[in-house]
Protein backbone atom coordinates (compact mmCIF):
# COMPACT_ATOMS: atom_id res chain seq x y z
CA UNK A 1 0.00 0.00 0.00
CA UNK A 2 1.88 3.32 -1.04
CA UNK A 3 0.37 5.66 1.95
CA UNK A 4 1.45 8.75 2.48
CA UNK A 5 2.20 9.87 6.23
CA UNK A 6 0.39 12.94 7.46
CA UNK A 7 1.69 15.48 9.87
CA UNK A 8 -1.23 14.25 12.20
CA UNK A 9 0.20 10.75 11.63
CA UNK A 10 3.83 11.44 12.04
CA UNK A 11 2.83 13.46 15.80
CA UNK A 12 1.01 10.48 16.66
CA UNK A 13 3.95 8.17 15.88
CA UNK A 14 6.30 10.49 17.71
CA UNK A 15 3.57 10.59 20.51
CA UNK A 16 3.68 7.09 20.57
CA UNK A 17 7.61 6.48 19.66
CA UNK A 18 9.57 9.12 19.94
CA UNK A 19 10.62 8.57 24.01
CA UNK A 20 11.50 4.66 22.70
CA UNK A 21 13.57 5.92 20.16
CA UNK A 22 15.22 8.69 21.74
CA UNK A 23 16.35 6.33 24.46
CA UNK A 24 17.74 4.27 22.16
CA UNK A 25 19.56 5.89 20.58
CA UNK A 26 21.02 7.75 24.24
CA UNK A 27 21.70 3.86 25.20
CA UNK A 28 23.62 3.68 21.74
CA UNK A 29 25.11 6.83 21.53
CA UNK A 30 25.55 8.21 24.94
CA UNK A 31 25.42 12.16 23.69
CA UNK A 32 21.88 14.18 23.59
CA UNK A 33 22.84 16.06 20.52
CA UNK A 34 23.46 12.61 18.76
CA UNK A 35 20.12 10.59 19.99
CA UNK A 36 18.42 13.84 18.88
CA UNK A 37 19.97 13.93 15.55
CA UNK A 38 19.26 10.35 15.00
CA UNK A 39 15.89 10.74 16.59
CA UNK A 40 15.42 13.12 13.89
CA UNK A 41 16.35 10.96 11.01
CA UNK A 42 14.65 8.02 11.95
CA UNK A 43 10.98 10.09 11.97
CA UNK A 44 12.11 11.69 8.63
CA UNK A 45 12.49 7.67 7.32
CA UNK A 46 9.22 7.35 8.57
CA UNK A 47 7.95 10.53 6.65
CA UNK A 48 9.33 9.87 3.76
CA UNK A 49 9.18 5.97 3.40
CA UNK A 50 5.47 5.92 5.14
CA UNK A 51 5.66 1.96 5.32
CA UNK A 52 2.21 -0.05 5.90
CA UNK A 53 2.06 -1.39 9.28
CA UNK A 54 0.18 -4.01 10.83
CA UNK A 55 -0.45 -2.36 13.80
CA UNK A 56 1.18 0.27 16.67
CA UNK A 57 3.49 -2.69 17.63
CA UNK A 58 5.09 -3.34 14.39
CA UNK A 59 5.25 0.58 13.57
CA UNK A 60 7.37 0.13 17.22
CA UNK A 61 8.97 -2.16 16.26
CA UNK A 62 9.94 -0.90 12.59
CA UNK A 63 11.23 2.32 14.43
CA UNK A 64 13.94 0.99 16.61
CA UNK A 65 14.66 -0.62 14.17
CA UNK A 66 15.92 1.53 11.87
CA UNK A 67 17.05 3.28 15.44
CA UNK A 68 19.82 0.65 16.00
CA UNK A 69 20.55 0.24 12.48
CA UNK A 70 21.06 4.43 12.23
CA UNK A 71 23.25 4.28 15.51
CA UNK A 72 25.15 1.78 13.84
CA UNK A 73 26.10 3.71 11.13
CA UNK A 74 27.37 6.35 13.41
CA UNK A 75 29.18 4.61 15.61
CA UNK A 76 31.03 2.90 12.64
CA UNK A 77 32.01 6.41 11.97
CA UNK A 78 35.37 7.98 12.29
CA UNK A 79 34.52 10.30 14.29
CA UNK A 80 32.74 7.79 16.68
CA UNK A 81 35.30 5.67 17.55
CA UNK A 82 35.59 6.56 21.28
CA UNK A 83 32.72 5.86 22.69
CA UNK A 84 32.08 7.72 25.89
CA UNK A 85 29.52 6.99 28.39
CA UNK A 86 26.44 9.15 29.25
CA UNK A 87 26.61 12.94 28.69
CA UNK A 88 26.31 15.36 31.77
CA UNK A 89 23.43 17.22 30.35
CA UNK A 90 21.33 14.32 31.72
CA UNK A 91 18.67 15.11 34.41
CA UNK A 92 20.21 14.31 37.60
CA UNK A 93 19.45 10.93 38.90
CA UNK A 94 19.68 9.43 42.46
CA UNK A 95 23.47 7.80 42.75
CA UNK A 96 22.18 4.14 42.36
CA UNK A 97 20.69 5.27 39.18
CA UNK A 98 23.16 6.83 37.58
CA UNK A 99 25.59 4.18 38.67
CA UNK A 100 23.18 1.63 37.11
CA UNK A 101 23.13 3.76 33.98
CA UNK A 102 26.79 4.18 33.89
CA UNK A 103 27.01 0.44 34.12
CA UNK A 104 24.77 -0.50 31.09
CA UNK A 105 26.67 2.43 29.00
CA UNK A 106 29.57 1.11 30.06
CA UNK A 107 28.91 -1.88 28.30
CA UNK A 108 30.32 -2.98 24.73
CA UNK A 109 28.03 -1.77 21.63
CA UNK A 110 26.78 -5.60 21.30
CA UNK A 111 25.70 -6.21 24.73
CA UNK A 112 24.13 -2.53 25.74
CA UNK A 113 21.26 -2.94 23.45
CA UNK A 114 20.06 -6.39 23.37
CA UNK A 115 20.47 -5.02 27.62
CA UNK A 116 17.79 -1.92 27.15
CA UNK A 117 15.61 -3.96 24.77
CA UNK A 118 14.98 -7.21 27.04
CA UNK A 119 14.92 -5.41 30.44
CA UNK A 120 13.59 -1.56 29.52
CA UNK A 121 11.82 -2.07 26.90
CA UNK A 122 10.32 -5.85 27.81
CA UNK A 123 11.39 -7.06 24.91
CA UNK A 124 11.44 -11.31 24.31
CA UNK A 125 14.24 -12.44 23.11
CA UNK A 126 12.75 -13.58 19.94
CA UNK A 127 11.36 -9.73 19.37
CA UNK A 128 14.81 -8.03 20.49
CA UNK A 129 16.19 -10.28 17.86
CA UNK A 130 14.16 -9.20 15.13
CA UNK A 131 14.78 -5.79 16.17
CA UNK A 132 18.63 -5.87 16.35
CA UNK A 133 18.20 -8.26 12.87
CA UNK A 134 20.36 -10.95 14.81
CA UNK A 135 19.59 -14.81 14.76
CA UNK A 136 17.68 -15.73 17.91
CA UNK A 137 20.47 -17.88 19.47
CA UNK A 138 22.91 -14.72 19.48
CA UNK A 139 20.51 -12.83 20.75
CA UNK A 140 20.20 -15.16 23.35
CA UNK A 141 24.14 -15.16 24.22
CA UNK A 142 24.54 -11.55 24.10
CA UNK A 143 22.03 -11.30 26.62
CA UNK A 144 23.98 -13.64 29.22
CA UNK A 145 27.16 -12.23 28.16
CA UNK A 146 25.50 -8.58 29.06
CA UNK A 147 23.78 -9.84 32.20
CA UNK A 148 27.40 -11.21 33.07
CA UNK A 149 28.95 -8.09 32.32
CA UNK A 150 27.14 -6.10 34.36
CA UNK A 151 27.25 -8.28 37.35
CA UNK A 152 23.32 -6.66 38.30
CA UNK A 153 20.49 -8.03 39.66
CA UNK A 154 18.57 -8.78 36.32
CA UNK A 155 14.91 -10.26 36.64
CA UNK A 156 13.26 -12.68 34.21
CA UNK A 157 16.35 -14.20 33.78
CA UNK A 158 16.57 -16.73 30.46
CA UNK B 1 22.17 -1.80 42.36
CA UNK B 2 19.48 -3.76 39.99
CA UNK B 3 17.48 -3.27 37.34
CA UNK B 4 14.76 -1.10 38.67
CA UNK B 5 17.53 1.85 39.10
CA UNK B 6 18.37 1.01 35.59
CA UNK B 7 14.71 1.56 34.94
CA UNK B 8 13.85 4.55 36.75
CA UNK B 9 16.94 6.15 36.00
CA UNK B 10 16.34 5.33 31.71
CA UNK B 11 12.75 6.62 33.09
CA UNK B 12 14.11 10.07 33.40
CA UNK B 13 15.91 10.32 30.00
CA UNK B 14 13.49 11.92 27.66
CA UNK B 15 14.06 14.22 24.71
CA UNK B 16 13.31 18.34 24.67
CA UNK B 17 10.15 19.74 23.48
CA UNK B 18 12.33 21.00 20.75
CA UNK B 19 13.12 17.85 19.64
CA UNK B 20 9.28 17.55 18.46
CA UNK B 21 9.26 20.80 17.07
CA UNK B 22 12.30 20.72 14.50
CA UNK B 23 10.53 16.29 14.15
CA UNK B 24 7.02 17.74 13.09
CA UNK B 25 8.72 20.74 10.66
CA UNK B 26 10.48 18.04 8.48
CA UNK B 27 6.96 17.73 7.11
CA UNK B 28 7.49 20.65 5.33
CA UNK B 29 9.88 18.70 2.99
CA UNK B 30 7.73 15.58 2.73
CA UNK B 31 4.51 17.80 1.82
CA UNK B 32 6.68 20.11 -0.98
CA UNK B 33 8.26 16.86 -2.31
CA UNK B 34 4.70 15.27 -2.82
CA UNK B 35 4.07 16.64 -6.14
CA UNK B 36 0.61 16.08 -7.77
CA UNK B 37 -0.38 16.96 -11.21
CA UNK B 38 -4.40 17.84 -11.70
CA UNK B 39 -5.76 15.79 -14.43
CA UNK B 40 -8.98 16.61 -15.76
CA UNK B 41 -10.49 13.49 -15.34
CA UNK B 42 -14.61 13.94 -14.54
CA UNK B 43 -15.83 11.11 -11.92
CA UNK B 44 -18.63 9.33 -12.39
CA UNK B 45 -22.01 11.07 -10.90
CA UNK B 46 -22.71 10.85 -7.60
CA UNK B 47 -26.56 9.78 -6.82
CA UNK B 48 -26.17 12.73 -4.06
CA UNK B 49 -28.41 16.17 -3.76
CA UNK B 50 -25.09 17.57 -2.71
CA UNK B 51 -24.58 20.71 -5.13
CA UNK B 52 -22.35 23.24 -5.80
CA UNK B 53 -23.85 26.08 -4.70
CA UNK B 54 -21.71 28.74 -6.58
CA UNK B 55 -20.17 31.89 -5.49
CA UNK B 56 -17.92 34.17 -7.14
CA UNK B 57 -15.72 37.16 -6.05
CA UNK B 58 -15.68 40.10 -8.19
CA UNK B 59 -11.97 39.08 -9.38
CA UNK B 60 -12.09 35.99 -12.08
CA UNK B 61 -8.53 35.74 -10.20
CA UNK B 62 -10.28 35.05 -6.72
CA UNK B 63 -13.28 33.56 -7.84
CA UNK B 64 -14.49 30.98 -5.18
CA UNK B 65 -16.66 27.87 -5.79
CA UNK B 66 -18.63 26.62 -2.78
CA UNK B 67 -19.10 22.84 -1.69
CA UNK B 68 -21.44 22.38 0.94
CA UNK B 69 -20.63 19.79 3.65
CA UNK B 70 -23.48 16.83 3.90
CA UNK B 71 -22.76 14.80 6.71
CA UNK B 72 -24.41 11.46 5.95
CA UNK B 73 -27.01 10.14 8.89
CA UNK B 74 -26.11 6.76 7.76
CA UNK B 75 -23.09 5.57 10.29
CA UNK B 76 -20.62 2.88 9.55
CA UNK B 77 -20.42 0.05 12.13
CA UNK B 78 -16.47 -1.56 12.15
CA UNK B 79 -16.11 -5.20 12.59
CA UNK B 80 -13.67 -5.97 15.56
CA UNK B 81 -13.96 -9.72 15.80
CA UNK B 82 -10.55 -11.36 17.25
CA UNK B 83 -11.95 -14.57 15.39
CA UNK B 84 -9.00 -15.45 13.12
CA UNK B 85 -9.38 -16.60 9.75
CA UNK B 86 -7.82 -19.20 8.00
CA UNK B 87 -6.07 -16.47 5.81
CA UNK B 88 -7.79 -13.49 4.46
CA UNK B 89 -11.63 -13.15 4.97
CA UNK B 90 -13.82 -10.24 3.28
CA UNK B 91 -17.44 -8.92 4.49
CA UNK B 92 -18.65 -5.59 3.42
CA UNK B 93 -21.17 -2.68 3.82
CA UNK B 94 -22.52 0.21 1.86
CA UNK B 95 -22.68 3.45 3.94
CA UNK B 96 -25.65 6.00 2.89
CA UNK B 97 -25.90 3.95 -0.63
CA UNK B 98 -22.45 6.52 -1.41
CA UNK B 99 -19.60 4.49 -0.34
CA UNK B 100 -19.09 0.77 -0.64
CA UNK B 101 -16.67 -0.32 2.37
CA UNK B 102 -14.36 -3.77 2.03
CA UNK B 103 -13.25 -5.28 5.39
CA UNK B 104 -10.84 -7.62 4.80
CA UNK B 105 -9.75 -9.66 7.90
CA UNK B 106 -6.24 -11.55 8.06
CA UNK B 107 -4.62 -13.51 10.11
CA UNK B 108 -1.25 -12.23 9.77
CA UNK B 109 0.42 -9.32 7.79
CA UNK B 110 -0.78 -9.34 4.50
CA UNK B 111 0.32 -6.24 1.89
CA UNK B 112 -1.55 -4.49 -0.65
CA UNK B 113 -0.16 -3.56 -3.86
CA UNK B 114 -0.99 -2.99 -7.33
CA UNK B 115 -4.37 -2.87 -6.10
CA UNK B 116 -4.06 -6.76 -5.11
CA UNK B 117 -3.85 -8.64 -1.62
CA UNK B 118 -0.38 -9.94 -1.19
CA UNK B 119 1.55 -12.36 1.30
CA UNK B 120 4.96 -12.55 1.25
CA UNK B 121 7.39 -14.79 2.55
CA UNK B 122 11.09 -13.93 2.59
CA UNK B 123 13.81 -16.34 3.37
CA UNK B 124 15.60 -15.65 7.30
CA UNK B 125 18.03 -12.83 6.16
CA UNK B 126 15.31 -11.45 4.06
CA UNK B 127 17.61 -11.64 1.00
CA UNK B 128 15.14 -14.27 -1.13
CA UNK B 129 11.35 -14.02 -1.71
CA UNK B 130 10.93 -17.53 -1.13
CA UNK B 131 6.72 -17.85 -1.76
CA UNK B 132 4.30 -15.24 -2.74
CA UNK B 133 0.44 -15.50 -3.32
CA UNK B 134 -2.07 -12.47 -4.58
CA UNK B 135 -5.34 -12.03 -4.38
CA UNK B 136 -7.86 -9.23 -6.25
CA UNK B 137 -10.84 -7.94 -4.21
CA UNK B 138 -13.65 -8.04 -6.78
CA UNK B 139 -17.35 -8.70 -6.24
CA UNK B 140 -17.15 -8.81 -2.08
CA UNK B 141 -14.50 -11.83 -3.42
CA UNK B 142 -11.09 -12.65 -2.81
CA UNK B 143 -10.18 -14.38 -5.80
CA UNK B 144 -6.62 -15.58 -5.79
CA UNK B 145 -4.24 -14.66 -8.79
CA UNK B 146 -1.35 -16.37 -10.24
CA UNK B 147 1.11 -13.86 -11.38
CA UNK B 148 4.45 -14.31 -13.53
CA UNK B 149 7.00 -13.41 -11.11
CA UNK B 150 10.42 -12.75 -12.80
CA UNK B 151 13.73 -12.49 -10.68
CA UNK B 152 16.26 -9.95 -11.91
CA UNK B 153 19.73 -8.66 -10.36
CA UNK B 154 21.11 -5.18 -9.80
CA UNK B 155 24.85 -5.05 -10.24
CA UNK B 156 25.57 -1.46 -11.35
CA UNK B 157 28.41 0.57 -10.41
CA UNK B 158 27.92 4.73 -10.16
CA UNK B 159 30.93 6.76 -8.33
CA UNK B 160 33.06 3.46 -7.95
CA UNK B 161 30.22 2.45 -5.61
CA UNK B 162 28.94 -1.46 -6.19
CA UNK B 163 25.53 -1.86 -5.96
CA UNK B 164 24.40 -5.35 -6.36
CA UNK B 165 21.44 -6.98 -5.30
CA UNK B 166 18.10 -8.86 -6.57
CA UNK B 167 14.42 -7.77 -6.68
CA UNK B 168 10.88 -9.47 -7.86
CA UNK B 169 8.34 -8.13 -10.28
CA UNK B 170 5.39 -8.93 -12.46
CA UNK B 171 3.06 -7.18 -14.63
CA UNK B 172 -0.89 -7.60 -13.87
CA UNK B 173 -3.40 -6.11 -15.56
CA UNK B 174 -1.38 -3.76 -17.16
CA UNK B 175 0.30 -2.51 -14.31
CA UNK B 176 4.20 -3.12 -12.82
CA UNK B 177 4.73 -4.01 -9.32
CA UNK B 178 8.11 -5.00 -8.02
CA UNK B 179 9.20 -6.71 -4.69
CA UNK B 180 12.72 -5.59 -2.84
CA UNK B 181 14.18 -6.63 0.23
CA UNK B 182 16.71 -4.03 2.05
CA UNK B 183 19.87 -3.45 0.23
CA UNK B 184 21.61 -1.33 2.39
CA UNK B 185 25.47 -2.30 2.43
CA UNK B 186 28.40 -0.57 4.56
CA UNK B 187 32.29 -0.42 3.25
CA UNK B 188 34.73 -2.49 5.31
CA UNK B 189 35.09 0.26 7.86
CA UNK B 190 31.43 0.83 8.24
CA UNK B 191 31.92 4.28 7.58
CA UNK B 192 30.10 5.17 4.75
CA UNK B 193 26.38 3.16 3.34
CA UNK B 194 25.00 2.98 -0.08
CA UNK B 195 21.71 1.21 -0.72
CA UNK B 196 19.83 1.39 -4.11
CA UNK B 197 15.93 1.50 -4.15
CA UNK B 198 13.39 1.12 -7.22
CA UNK B 199 10.15 4.09 -8.28
CA UNK B 200 7.46 3.50 -10.99
CA UNK B 201 7.85 5.40 -13.90
CA UNK B 202 4.07 6.55 -15.07
CA UNK B 203 2.77 5.13 -17.74
CA UNK B 204 5.59 2.36 -18.13
CA UNK B 205 5.90 -1.07 -17.68
CA UNK B 206 8.78 -1.91 -19.42
CA UNK B 207 11.45 0.04 -17.19
CA UNK B 208 11.84 1.13 -13.80
CA UNK B 209 13.43 4.60 -12.11
CA UNK B 210 16.57 3.29 -10.01
CA UNK B 211 17.70 5.36 -7.62
CA UNK B 212 21.32 5.00 -6.19
CA UNK B 213 21.69 6.64 -3.22
CA UNK B 214 25.27 6.99 -0.46
CA UNK B 215 25.42 8.65 3.08
CA UNK B 216 22.61 8.79 5.24
CA UNK B 217 21.37 12.30 7.21
CA UNK B 218 22.07 15.74 5.66
CA UNK B 219 24.56 13.78 3.56
CA UNK B 220 22.44 11.61 1.77
CA UNK B 221 22.58 12.10 -1.88
CA UNK B 222 20.53 10.08 -4.74
CA UNK B 223 21.21 9.43 -8.27
CA UNK B 224 18.71 7.95 -10.98
CA UNK B 225 19.14 5.46 -13.76
CA UNK B 226 16.61 3.83 -16.24
CA UNK B 227 16.49 0.67 -15.41
CA UNK B 228 14.89 -1.76 -18.56
CA UNK B 229 13.56 -4.79 -17.12
CA UNK B 230 14.20 -7.16 -20.15
CA UNK B 231 17.47 -6.43 -20.43
CA UNK B 232 18.68 -5.55 -17.26
CA UNK B 233 20.74 -2.45 -18.60
CA UNK B 234 20.49 0.72 -16.89
CA UNK B 235 20.16 4.22 -19.00
CA UNK B 236 21.83 7.87 -18.08
CA UNK B 237 19.03 10.35 -17.72
CA UNK B 238 21.52 12.91 -16.82
CA UNK B 239 24.18 12.23 -19.17
CA UNK B 240 25.02 15.89 -20.44
CA UNK B 241 24.19 17.50 -16.45
CA UNK B 242 27.65 18.89 -14.88
CA UNK B 243 28.60 16.37 -12.51
CA UNK B 244 28.49 18.55 -9.58
CA UNK B 245 24.97 19.29 -9.90
CA UNK B 246 24.02 15.70 -9.76
CA UNK B 247 26.85 14.81 -7.28
CA UNK B 248 24.91 17.14 -4.75
CA UNK B 249 21.24 16.08 -4.80
CA UNK B 250 19.38 14.10 -2.86
CA UNK B 251 16.72 13.17 -5.09
CA UNK B 252 14.45 13.88 -8.44
CA UNK B 253 10.58 14.88 -9.09
CA UNK B 254 9.65 14.05 -12.63
CA UNK B 255 6.99 15.58 -14.79
CA UNK B 256 4.06 13.46 -15.87
CA UNK B 257 5.58 12.91 -19.39
CA UNK B 258 9.09 12.04 -17.85
CA UNK B 259 11.01 15.02 -19.90
CA UNK B 260 11.26 17.69 -16.84
CA UNK B 261 12.84 16.96 -13.46
CA UNK B 262 13.02 18.85 -10.77
CA UNK B 263 17.19 18.08 -9.21
CA UNK B 264 16.21 18.50 -5.69
CA UNK B 265 19.20 19.33 -3.43
CA UNK B 266 19.73 20.94 0.51
CA UNK B 267 22.91 22.40 1.88
CA UNK B 268 24.97 20.17 4.05
CA UNK B 269 28.25 20.34 5.79
CA UNK B 270 29.85 18.15 2.79
CA UNK B 271 27.25 19.64 -0.03
CA UNK B 272 27.23 23.15 0.95
CA UNK B 273 25.92 24.36 -2.46
CA UNK B 274 23.62 22.38 -3.54
CA UNK B 275 20.25 23.40 -4.60
CA UNK B 276 17.43 22.97 -6.88
CA UNK B 277 17.52 22.61 -10.74
CA UNK B 278 15.15 22.58 -13.73
CA UNK B 279 16.17 20.11 -16.17
CA UNK B 280 14.72 19.82 -19.79
CA UNK B 281 15.80 16.38 -21.03
CA UNK B 282 14.72 17.16 -24.55
CA UNK B 283 16.92 20.14 -24.90
CA UNK B 284 19.58 19.80 -22.05
CA UNK B 285 18.42 23.07 -20.58
CA UNK B 286 19.15 23.16 -16.93
CA UNK B 287 17.97 25.91 -15.04
CA UNK B 288 18.56 26.78 -11.11
CA UNK B 289 15.37 27.02 -9.63
CA UNK B 290 16.26 30.26 -7.42
CA UNK B 291 16.08 32.03 -11.10
CA UNK B 292 13.15 31.24 -12.21
CA UNK B 293 11.14 34.27 -12.76
CA UNK B 294 13.42 36.23 -10.57
CA UNK B 295 11.33 36.12 -7.67
CA UNK B 296 13.78 33.75 -5.87
CA UNK B 297 12.11 30.74 -5.05
CA UNK B 298 12.83 27.69 -2.42
CA UNK B 299 11.16 25.09 -3.98
CA UNK B 300 9.06 24.38 -6.91
CA UNK B 301 6.13 21.08 -7.81
CA UNK B 302 5.23 20.02 -11.50
CA UNK B 303 1.65 21.76 -12.08
CA UNK B 304 1.71 19.75 -15.69
CA UNK B 305 4.43 19.87 -18.37
CA UNK B 306 4.79 23.33 -19.05
CA UNK B 307 3.78 24.44 -15.52
CA UNK B 308 5.75 24.84 -12.28
CA UNK B 309 4.27 26.07 -8.60
CA UNK B 310 6.93 28.06 -7.01
CA UNK B 311 7.30 27.94 -3.25
CA UNK B 312 8.38 31.27 -1.58
CA UNK B 313 9.10 30.82 2.35
CA UNK B 314 10.23 32.84 4.96
CA UNK B 315 11.66 31.59 7.74
CA UNK B 316 12.40 33.07 11.06
CA UNK B 317 15.75 33.09 13.11
CA UNK B 318 15.84 29.46 13.66
CA UNK B 319 14.97 28.31 10.47
CA UNK B 320 11.59 27.60 10.62
CA UNK B 321 9.07 28.61 7.75
CA UNK B 322 6.49 31.51 8.76
CA UNK B 323 4.35 32.30 5.43
CA UNK B 324 4.59 30.75 2.04
CA UNK B 325 4.23 32.81 -1.26
CA UNK B 326 3.12 30.61 -4.12
CA UNK B 327 3.83 31.68 -8.12
CA UNK B 328 2.37 29.59 -10.87
CA UNK B 329 5.41 29.73 -13.26
CA UNK B 330 4.36 29.26 -17.23
CA UNK B 331 7.98 27.64 -18.46
CA UNK B 332 7.60 27.92 -22.27
CA UNK B 333 7.42 31.80 -21.52
CA UNK B 334 9.14 32.09 -18.26
CA UNK B 335 6.15 34.45 -16.54
CA UNK B 336 5.53 34.01 -12.93
CA UNK B 337 2.12 34.47 -11.83
CA UNK B 338 1.29 35.40 -7.80
CA UNK B 339 -1.12 32.74 -7.03
CA UNK B 340 -1.55 33.05 -3.20
CA UNK B 341 0.62 35.58 -1.31
CA UNK B 342 2.26 34.98 2.15
CA UNK B 343 0.01 32.53 4.07
CA UNK B 344 1.17 30.92 7.58
CA UNK B 345 2.41 27.49 7.28
CA UNK B 346 0.00 24.60 8.84
CA UNK B 347 1.49 23.14 11.86
CA UNK B 348 -0.88 20.59 13.29
CA UNK B 349 0.47 20.37 16.79
CA UNK B 350 -0.13 24.35 16.88
CA UNK B 351 -2.73 24.21 19.99
CA UNK B 352 -5.61 25.97 17.28
CA UNK B 353 -3.92 24.51 13.76
CA UNK B 354 -4.66 26.78 10.85
CA UNK B 355 -2.80 27.89 7.77
CA UNK B 356 -1.99 26.47 4.19
CA UNK B 357 -1.11 22.44 3.79
CA UNK B 358 0.50 21.80 0.29
CA UNK B 359 -0.15 19.11 -2.12
CA UNK B 360 1.96 20.10 -4.41
CA UNK B 361 -0.14 21.81 -7.33
CA UNK B 362 -2.88 22.15 -5.02
CA UNK B 363 -3.06 23.49 -1.06
CA UNK B 364 -5.71 23.64 1.76
CA UNK B 365 -5.65 26.59 3.15
CA UNK B 366 -7.35 27.26 7.20
CA UNK B 367 -8.32 30.04 8.49
CA UNK B 368 -8.09 30.61 12.26
CA UNK B 369 -11.65 30.29 12.45
CA UNK B 370 -11.53 26.76 11.13
CA UNK B 371 -12.50 28.24 7.25
CA UNK B 372 -11.28 25.57 4.60
CA UNK B 373 -10.55 26.55 1.24
CA UNK B 374 -9.03 24.15 -1.74
CA UNK B 375 -6.84 26.64 -3.65
CA UNK B 376 -5.87 25.28 -7.34
CA UNK B 377 -2.10 27.49 -7.07
CA UNK B 378 -2.07 27.43 -11.47
CA UNK B 379 -4.64 28.96 -11.12
CA UNK B 380 -5.70 30.80 -7.99
CA UNK B 381 -9.48 29.22 -8.34
CA UNK B 382 -10.34 28.49 -4.47
CA UNK B 383 -12.79 25.80 -3.19
CA UNK B 384 -14.68 26.54 0.07
CA UNK B 385 -15.69 24.11 2.19
CA UNK B 386 -18.74 25.58 2.93
CA UNK B 387 -20.53 24.21 6.22
CA UNK B 388 -17.50 22.74 7.27
CA UNK B 389 -15.21 23.58 10.42
CA UNK B 390 -11.92 22.63 10.86
CA UNK B 391 -10.53 21.23 14.41
CA UNK B 392 -7.64 20.02 16.02
CA UNK B 393 -7.11 16.35 15.02
CA UNK B 394 -8.90 17.14 11.24
CA UNK B 395 -6.40 16.29 8.14
CA UNK B 396 -6.63 16.00 4.67
CA UNK B 397 -5.28 13.52 1.55
CA UNK B 398 -5.24 14.92 -2.16
CA UNK B 399 -5.71 12.07 -4.44
CA UNK B 400 -2.92 10.89 -6.65
CA UNK B 401 -5.04 12.85 -9.64
CA UNK B 402 -5.10 15.75 -7.59
CA UNK B 403 -9.05 16.33 -7.92
CA UNK B 404 -10.45 14.24 -5.01
CA UNK B 405 -9.55 15.19 -0.95
CA UNK B 406 -9.90 13.31 1.35
CA UNK B 407 -11.00 13.96 5.26
CA UNK B 408 -10.56 12.42 8.12
CA UNK B 409 -11.12 13.34 11.55
CA UNK B 410 -8.49 11.65 14.58
CA UNK B 411 -9.86 11.24 17.88
CA UNK B 412 -6.70 13.06 20.00
CA UNK B 413 -7.89 10.61 23.34
CA UNK B 414 -7.40 7.36 21.35
CA UNK B 415 -4.33 5.41 21.42
CA UNK B 416 -4.25 4.57 17.56
CA UNK B 417 -5.51 6.45 14.56
CA UNK B 418 -8.84 6.85 16.44
CA UNK B 419 -10.97 7.81 12.97
CA UNK B 420 -14.46 8.96 14.06
CA UNK B 421 -15.34 10.52 11.20
CA UNK B 422 -14.19 9.82 7.39
CA UNK B 423 -15.45 11.18 3.93
CA UNK B 424 -14.07 12.62 0.75
CA UNK B 425 -14.80 15.99 -1.10
CA UNK B 426 -14.90 15.95 -5.03
CA UNK B 427 -13.28 18.79 -6.57
CA UNK B 428 -14.89 18.13 -9.74
CA UNK B 429 -18.33 17.06 -8.89
CA UNK B 430 -19.00 19.63 -6.59
CA UNK B 431 -19.78 17.11 -4.00
CA UNK B 432 -18.40 16.63 -0.10
CA UNK B 433 -19.52 14.63 2.41
CA UNK B 434 -18.59 12.74 5.40
CA UNK B 435 -19.96 9.59 7.79
CA UNK B 436 -19.14 8.87 11.44
CA UNK B 437 -18.09 5.79 12.54
CA UNK B 438 -18.73 3.41 15.57
CA UNK B 439 -16.37 0.71 17.07
CA UNK B 440 -13.26 2.57 15.92
CA UNK B 441 -12.15 2.50 19.31
CA UNK B 442 -12.08 -1.22 19.56
CA UNK B 443 -9.59 -0.99 16.77
CA UNK B 444 -6.15 -0.24 16.42
CA UNK B 445 -5.74 1.78 13.68
CA UNK B 446 -2.15 2.66 12.05
CA UNK B 447 -2.16 4.38 8.35
CA UNK B 448 -4.74 5.78 6.13
CA UNK B 449 -3.94 6.65 2.76
CA UNK B 450 -5.35 6.84 -1.01
CA UNK B 451 -4.75 3.37 -2.98
CA UNK B 452 -5.82 4.48 -6.36
CA UNK B 453 -8.02 8.02 -7.37
CA UNK B 454 -11.36 6.18 -5.94
CA UNK B 455 -9.85 4.09 -3.18
CA UNK B 456 -8.71 4.59 0.52
CA UNK B 457 -7.50 2.04 2.84
CA UNK B 458 -7.16 1.97 6.41
CA UNK B 459 -4.50 -0.42 8.27
CA UNK B 460 -5.94 -1.96 11.43
CA UNK B 461 -6.18 -4.73 14.19
CA UNK B 462 -7.99 -5.23 17.06
CA UNK B 463 -6.93 -4.67 20.41
CA UNK B 464 -5.73 -7.61 21.24
CA UNK B 465 -3.62 -7.79 18.26
CA UNK B 466 -4.74 -11.34 17.66
CA UNK B 467 -6.53 -10.29 13.79
CA UNK B 468 -5.48 -7.68 11.51
CA UNK B 469 -7.81 -5.77 9.34
CA UNK B 470 -7.71 -4.12 5.80
CA UNK B 471 -10.42 -1.85 5.74
CA UNK B 472 -11.16 -0.94 1.95
CA UNK B 473 -13.23 1.98 1.21
CA UNK B 474 -14.61 3.27 -2.55
CA UNK B 475 -15.74 6.61 -2.96
Known amino acids: MKQTLSAR???????????????????????????????????LRLLCR??????????????????????????RGFWRKRVTGLDDTLPAAAPEERTALDAVMALPEQYRLPIHLHYYEGYSVAEMAEILKLGQSAAKMRLKRGRELLKMELEGAL | M??????????????????????MNQTKKKTISARRVFAGVLAAALSIACLITAAFAASPELRTAVLSFFRLEEREHLPNSS???????????????LVKAQYIKMDRYYGLSGGMLNSLTWSEDRKTLLDYKFWEVKDNELIPVQVDMHTNQIDVTHNGIHYQGEFWWFIHGGQLDFFTTDNRAWDEE?????????????GRTDVLLLRLSTGTQMEYREYPLLYHLDTGETEELFAGVDPSVTEESDGTI???????????????????????WLYDRETGTLTAVNTLGGIGADTAAFADDDTLILYCFRCDEEDMIQDVTFYSYDIPSGRATKTLDAVPYYRSWDEKPSGVMTFGSRCVLISEEGQVQVVDLKTGDRTLLGGFTFRKGDSFQLNPSGNRLLYFSMNSNADSLGISQI?????????????DREG????????????????????????????????????
Open chain 1, 9 to 43: QLEEAYNACGTAVYRLAMVYLGRRADAEDVTQEVF
Open chain 1, 50 to 75: APAFADGEHRRRWLLQVTANLCRDQL
Open chain 2, 2 to 23: NINDYRRGMDQIVPDAALKERI
Open chain 2, 83 to 97: VTPDGPDISNAEIGE
Open chain 2, 190 to 202: GEHAWDWNFSLVP
Open chain 2, 254 to 276: WSDSFRLALIVGRPSDEFPNAQE
Open chain 2, 423 to 435: GVADLEKGTFFAF
Open chain 2, 440 to 475: YENLHEGGIGWDDDNTVSIRASTLDNETQYLLVYQF
